[in-house]
């Protein structure tokens, strides 16, 4: 579905990814982890049509991003920022609807037929529903983050992206967010800060540091204590909680604390 081939981003003078290359397949949920500056967001951004590589493609569904429009682009990849702020009184409704963006011409007659079920739809799915009317500078940021993930799935893009997607949620919201998530039909690529979270809910981890893949595959394959050490230079402990059965991961910040 989006493929990443040789991709290498400077930005100042300096690489902060280097020879990435990376494959998604439809339907996939992949975190992305590492420490931060680790080049996640950066790359999220290219796979995105929102930064050009210095070298290297990007493709989604066998189209190369660097030959297309914004709205071609729009129609193909959503995205989700981590950033929630908006800086207008817009209500809850009509952000999502900028997700139908793409969709529309400049003449009026020529509308989106198909947006308004959309919209619904991604508001009733993100339980954003009961506040559509409200102002979203009246939102917490955990529902802000909600807001922004309704517009995303209004776009009806297949592949959708997410950067720290539960960065502003309560526990509570956070794996309701996550569940939602992978339990979609598009391809999702997310930024996900919490190694617990990403090993519970994702099919496949990469593991990138200085802007490359350190490791790639599933949770129990990338998130050893071994390459978690090495990663994020700090003593770790893997092992697997017995009521998901998946990876939890415990730091120490000296060995002797082991």
């Known amino acids: 579905m989006i ?5 290498s981003v400077d930005r100042g003078g300096v690489r902060v990814l280097s020879e990435v290359s990376l494959a998604v397949e439809r339907g996939e949920f992949v975190a992305l982890v590492g420490p931060n500056g680790a080049g996640k967001s950066t ?3 290219v796979m995105g049509g929102l930064l050009s590589p210095t070298t290297g493609t990007v493709t989604v569904a066998d189209r190369a991003l660097a030959a297309l429009s914004a709205k071609e682009t729009a129609r193909l990849v959503a995205s989700v920022p981590q950033d929630t702020s908006f800086g207008f009184e817009f209500t809850v409704e009509q952000v999502v609807e900028m997700g139908r963006t793409p969709y529309r011409r400049r003449l009026r007659r020529q509308a989106d037929p198909e947006g308004p079920a959309r919209v619904a739809a991604a508001l009733e799915r993100t339980e954003t529903a009961a506040y559509a009317d409200r102002s979203v500078e009246t939102l917490s940021g955990g529902e802000k983050q909600r807001v922004l993930l309704a517009r995303a799935l209004a776009q009806d893009a297949p592949v959708l992206l997410l950067d720290e997607p539960t960065a502003s949620l309560d526990i509570n919201h956070q794996v309701q967010t996550l569940e939602l998530v992978a339990g979609l039909d598009e391809t999702v690529v997310a930024a996900i800060h919490d190694l617990e979270l990403a090993a519970r809910f994702c099919d496949r981890v990469v593991l990138l540091a200085d802007g490359t893949i350190q490791a790639a595959g599933t949770p129990e394959e990338v998130l050893t204590a071994e ?9 770790v402990v893997v092992d697997e909680n017995p009521a998901t059965d998946t990876a939890t991961v415990t730091a120490f910040a000296d ?3 082991l």
């Open 3 to 7: 493929h990443v081939d040789g991709v």
């Open 43 to 45: 790359l999220l951004e």
């Open 227 to 235: 390459r978690l050490e090495a990663v994020f230079g700090t003593a």
């Open 255 to 257: 060995e002797n604390d």
